[in-house]
């Protein structure tokens, strides 16, 4: 099946670092991928909408000077969370769809825990 | 817009019995799809049943199984012989699939399995 690989599963960073976290799909062209947030016992929030080769599309609220998304490739896409602080502390958690088939379910990767001190 | 709701944050089953988790979904396309994904301890998002909205016929995986009222907007899932592996969370999901492209989530069940 379809696999999507995040990478870290965690980090630690110290407030105004910035770190980036990488999402791949091993064996499939992701022409679309999403970016979630996760709270503790809550749900996933849908941060942006990234489409490759072109800017990604942010959720209302989300910063997108402060979450920098990259999709430079079928493959790969990044989230870069700029000048951390510690309320950015967080689960991180990418998906990714090919179009080629329309009623394909989102593949995820195993998440981002993003600890911030 | 896409809304879904999950309007029970718990439920519990015993094992071997059956449970049906519900949700609702509020959208103005006509061409969608919906989804329950399984988020166990371990964080790792798994799909568990999709249904495309044009289709009359509930989806069922196994054990899964869904009860789709288009009219309703209603989507639950049916979980029958619960096994303790299928404690987790689960989401509803629904999917727009023209213009652009957008899962939404609802809030989440939390689903416990009694021994």
């Known amino acids: 099946g379809a696999v999507v690989s995040q990478h870290p599963s965690w980090v630690i960073c110290k407030s105004g670092t910035s770190v980036k976290i990488e999402c791949r799909s091993l064996?499939?062209?992701?022409?679309?991928m999403f970016w979630y947030r996760q709270f503790p016992k809550q749900s996933l929030m849908l941060m942006a909408t990234?489409?490759?080769?072109?800017?990604?599309?942010?959720e209302q609220g989300v910063e997108k000077d402060k979450f920098l998304i990259n999709h430079a490739s079928l493959t790969l896409s990044t989230l870069t969370v700029t000048s951390a602080h510690p309320e950015d502390s967080s689960f991180y958690i990418c998906s990714a769809r090919t179009e080629r088939q329309p009623n394909s379910p989102l593949h995820f990767g195993n998440g981002t825990r993003l600890t911030v001190t | 817009a896409q809304t879904v709701t999950q309007s029970q944050p718990e439920m519990s089953v015993q094992e071997a019995e059956t449970v049906t988790l519900s949700c609702t979904y509020d959208?103005?396309?006509?061409?969608?799809?919906l989804f329950w994904y399984k988020q166990p301890p371990s964080r790792q998002m798994i799909l568990v049943i999709r249904q495309e909205a044009y289709k009359q016929q509930n989806a069922t995986e196994n054990r899964f199984s869904v009860n789709f009222q288009k009219a309703a907007k209603s989507f639950s899932l049916k979980i029958s012989d619960s096994q303790l592996g299928d404690a987790a969370m689960y989401f509803c999901?629904?999917?727009?699939?023209?213009?652009?492209?957008?899962?939404?989530f609802g809030t989440g069940t939390r689903l416990k399995v009694l021994a």
């Open positions: 999901a629904s999917f727009k699939a023209s213009g652009t492209y957008k899962y939404i």
């Open positions: 064996d499939f062209q992701a022409t679309t």
């Open positions: 959208t103005s396309e006509s061409d969608y799809y």
């Open positions: 990234s489409n490759e080769g072109s800017k990604a599309t942010y």
